[in-house]
């Protein structure tokens, strides 16, 4: 039975949130937690641009003759997916239990480490392993930069402050692509280049015990576990710099909206309020993954084989990357202006038709030019679903369910590198992005049918 809805210490702090103008400090409070993403995405964008390094280094081979092969790059990429399947899966909770800020923490220093341990890995098992570990961590990293990002700004600029977010962590994108096209084919203190292109994502963790210091908690979470005075704390200081930057008195916070004064469980998730919601986005993310890495860990290896040269491959794929970095801030003009769920359909449609270009050219321009568009409808697909997710669940089960659902997009990826490697290797690039573009198109029929809208309203307002 549900519980009546009342107007809770959480709802008040959410009201007082939604009223603050941006200012300069919670635009502080969203770069500090984009630089744990930056991290998370320099890692998942790493998977192809080492590739060429991996198989020169005899550790994995393009493709296999088995479908599951263990020596082929899909295992490695599997291995990542994994992972993060079990980080998010089963472990994001731990957000909602013991607070966005140790989590985000701690996870990325156990991620950085476990990479640090991979870069000396010399066999294909023991790579694996480690990346494994690794994806445990980012698998939690990456849902809890989300919570903690929805929980911190206010409701009218959600979408801004996420396009913000993605621009900063994609900024990976363009360096670890220049990293691997400088110091793949190279040998440094004998160490393969690739390994180097890792040891510099290992550092991570030196930089996020810094941040950590500049964090508050979330107060919205804090006020749902009950702890009102530290809430209150957190919340009277964040209101305190916000006035003294914006120079005059704030606005006064609206009437709070209503919510469920429950603990919450995962299992609230599969409630008839929530159970719609959260099975069309558990199908949207295993589906909606296909298409972003069918692209991102592919872009030096679908080159190759269309006989390119590794290292025009790497560099090709540099160029391409800087379209990551650069479309939200160009989609930061309309993130609060489209409804989320139309971008989300947008940018998935833009990802099919790009494609099936990419996949029918070999001019060298022609390539950088689609490739460039491909990765900006994957920026705008990441950037819109991202934020999506994490409007639209209550904030006491909030972790727990966007780790739920943005799990199915981990298990997804799993298999679907042996699903490209195969196709690759049977019928060549056209049937992998026929592939991509399938799926595609489950995405958008689920979100456009039973996609709630989310622009512009509280949390609470969401959640109900």
Known sequence: ???????????????????????????????????????????????????????????????????????????????????????????????????????????????????????????????????????????????????????????????????????????????????????????????????????????????????????????????????????????????????????????????????????GQLREAFSPRYRTRTIMLSVVNFFQTIGFYGFANWVPTLLLAKGITVTKSLEYTFIIAFAYPLFPIVGALFADKIERKWQVCLSCAGIAAFGLLFSTQTDPVVLIAIGACQTMMNSWLSYSSHNYMSEVFPTRFRASAVGFVYSWSRFSTIFTGFVIAWLLGQFGVPAVFMFVAGAMGVVILGMAIWGPRTNNLALEDIAH
């Open 1 to 263: 039975m549900s519980a009546t809805l009342t107007v809770t210490p959480a709802a008040e702090i959410t009201a007082r949130l939604d009223r603050l103008p941006m200012t300069r400090h919670i635009w502080v409070l969203v770069l500090l937690i984009s630089l744990g993403g930056w991290f998370d995405v320099y890692s998942i964008f790493l998977t192809g641009t080492i590739a060429p390094g991996l198989f020169a280094d005899k550790i994995f081979t393009p493709t296999t003759v088995a479908f599951f092969g263990f020596t082929g790059l899909a295992s490695f990429i599997a291995a990542l997916f994994t992972g993060l399947f079990i980080g998010t899966f089963f472990l994001t909770r731990f957000a909602d239990r013991f607070g966005r800020r140790a989590v985000f923490t701690y996870s990325l220093v156990w991620y950085s480490l476990c990479t640090t341990v991979m870069a000396f890995q010399t066999t294909a098992d023991w790579v694996n392993f480690w990346r494994l570990m690794s994806g445990i961590g980012l698998g939690i990293e990456l849902v809890t930069v989300d919570t903690y990002i929805s929980e911190l700004v206010p409701k009218r600029v959600r979408g801004l402050s996420f396009a913000a977010q993605q621009s900063i962590g994609f900024v990976a994108v363009p360096v670890v692509t220049f990293l691997a096209w400088c110091l793949v084919p190279q040998t440094i203190l004998s160490l393969s280049g690739w390994r180097w292109v890792v040891l510099f994502d290992a550092t991570g963790a030196i930089l996020v015990w810094l941040v950590r210091f500049r964090l508050p908690e979330s107060p919205r979470w804090l006020a749902q576990q009950g702890r009102i005075a530290e809430a209150e704390q957190v919340m009277s200081a964040i209101e305190a710099k916000v006035a003294a930057e914006y120079g005059r008195p704030l606005p006064a916070p609206e009437a709070p909206s209503p919510e469920d004064p429950r603990e």
